[in-house]
């Protein structure tokens, strides 16, 4: 990971945002893909942007994006792009989704980026180094006790229903205060001390490679429902995920979803 890695990083996340600016809140072609999940011409756009950049400059390097699936490499890295995370909100008009780019190394996330090019923020993690917004550092904040934490998630609906018990007894514990919508803004408003935990499931490798630096630059944990680190395979596992902002309330958040193993 060099300083160069990171302008380049950031460069792509500025063409991203070049790409979907014109189209927020703004008329678009939009379709539903197979997974039932939308798409727009603006994520279409957003990845082609980024993917263009780096087929010219980093021909060697592996590339998976939700939009445009795996390109082959044979540099042990491996950039992950979700171009825009919550294409629902920004369906909606609401400018909380993110372009999200990771460059992973031999299956580990080493840097993300995480991009709201509407409100012009930027969080930026890299292993070893603090986590920044726009260029200052941000830190994630204590949590005393589960009852006092705020709990978010993207939706109800990304639960099945066996997950879905489970979240809900955390969120008993949690004296219900739960934030709904907001995708990976909510790991960003984490790693900035709003939010003190996030759980999910069902996210592929392209929703949580970006942002496991960024939680993690900024003094918090991710991991999935075992407690087990995240990685290029913990997709396949069904996704589950859970970011804490204080790594001392990881052992109540597995306890009160009662999944710990």
């Known amino acids: 990971m060099t300083p160069k890695d990171i302008k380049l990083a950031e460069r792509l996340a500025d063409a991203a945002g070049h790409a979907i600016r014109p189209f927020f809140r703004n008329s678009f072609d939009s379709e539903t893909k197979s997974d039932t999940s939308p798409v727009t011409e603006a994520d279409r756009a957003a990845e082609q942007a980024i993917r263009d950049i780096l087929d010219a400059e980093c021909p060697h390097d ?43 190394n031999e299956g580990w996330p080493v840097m993300g980026v995480l991009d709201q090019c509407i409100a012009n923020e930027r969080w930026v993690g890299v292993t070893g180094r603090e986590t920044t917004l726009n260029g200052a550092p941000v830190k994630t904040r204590p949590c005393r006790e589960l009852s006092d934490a705020v709990l978010a998630s993207s939706a109800p609906q990304y639960f099945d229903d066996h997950s879905a018990q489970h979240f809900m007894a955390l969120a008993e514990k949690t004296s219900k205060r739960v934030v709904w919508g907001g995708d990976c803004y909510n790991y960003a408003l984490l790693a900035s001390g709003h939010i003190d935990i996030v759980v999910e499931s069902g996210l592929k490798l392209y929703d949580m490679a970006a942002l496991i630096p960024i939680v993690e630059g900024a003094g918090g944990l991710m991991c999935d429902w075992n407690g087990e680190p995240l990685h290029e395979g913990s997709e396949k596992d069904g996704g589950h995920v859970i970011a804490v902002g204080d790594p001392a309330r990881l052992e109540d958040v597995l306890e009160g979803l009662a999944c710990h193993h």
């Open 62 to 104: 592996a590339i998976i994006g939700e939009e445009f699936g795996v390109k082959a490499g044979d540099s042990k890295r491996t950039w992950v792009l979700d171009p825009i995370d919550g294409t629902v909100s920004f369906m909606a008009g609401r400018p909380i989704f993110g372009t999200l780019i990771a460059l992973m």
